[in-house]
């Protein structure tokens, strides 16, 4: 059947001369793979520009039940992203973001708040003038409520939060694997921050930096089933 869908783009893998599989995740669908042919060559309606990762897409596909690749009849651009592609900040967290995506959500199937999500992270990050220092931990503290393991209990004083257990635990219990008293504040602010106003929840950079590297083992115990991120190395190169 012929269908339409908007879709975010996450990667991209050649296929023999000039294809490509580019695996997206589909506001209808979930995540998809889809094959286009004479992307490499310039041949083919579809440009590389167009697929970039996380570029955002409207479909029109021929939706085969039972198939692992999906052919695409029309693919439109919308909105076309203005900085995220070509500043090498944001381009770093998207990179980052997209392979997060790529190694945690899997499913098959219609999950419409979890695309809003992706999709307004997307735009706001493209739009954003005044630093994107925060967005890779904010993207991974929020990206957890839809995976299954966001934090649970309420942080307070004399409470950190336990990678293993997933709670903000009292620090008394002295479990393995708690945050810092400071890291765990700063969790609470961010899972407690909106989109708007994340630029001015100020966290230094050697906070964030540690935030984000337990944040990753959280991930790692309840999210990744054994894979390895690897983009998050350049991150710490290029964020402020």
């Given at each position: 059947?012929?269908?339409?869908?908007?879709?975010?783009?996450?990667?991209?893998?050649?296929?023999?001369?000039?294809?490509?599989?580019?695996?997206?995740?589909?506001?209808?669908?979930?995540?998809q793979s889809f094959m286009l042919h004479g992307v490499r060559n310039q041949k083919g309606n579809v440009r590389p520009s167009h697929i970039m990762p996380l570029s955002l897409v409207e479909l029109v596909i021929y939706k085969k039940e039972n198939s692992n690749i999906q052919q695409i009849k029309e693919l439109r651009c919308n909105p076309s992203l203005a900085t995220i592609h070509f500043d090498i900040v944001k381009n770093s967290v998207a990179l980052f973001v997209a392979e997060i995506i790529n190694s945690t959500i899997n499913e098959e199937e219609e999950n419409q708040d979890l695309f809003e999500f992706l999709e307004q992270f997307v735009q706001i990050l493209d739009l954003e003038t005044e630093g994107v220092g925060n967005y890779p931990i904010y993207f991974l503290a929020h990206l957890s409520r839809f995976l299954g393991f966001y934090p649970k209990g309420q942080f307070a004083q004399n409470q950190v939060f336990n990678l293993n257990e997933g709670l903000f635990i009292d620090e008394g219990f002295g479990l393995s694997n708690s945050l810092s008293f400071e890291m765990s504040q700063c969790l609470w602010k961010l899972l407690n921050t909106t989109f708007e106003s994340l630029t001015d929840l100020r966290i230094s950079k050697s906070m964030r930096t540690d935030l984000l590297d337990n944040l990753l083992l959280y991930y790692e115990i309840h999210g990744l089933h054994g894979r390895k991120i690897k983009s998050h190395k350049i991150l710490r190169e290029v964020l402020r």
């Open positions: 059947m012929i269908a339409k869908t908007r879709a975010l783009v996450v990667r991209n893998i050649n296929f023999k001369d000039n294809s490509v599989i580019s695996h997206m995740y589909t506001r209808e669908f979930g995540s």
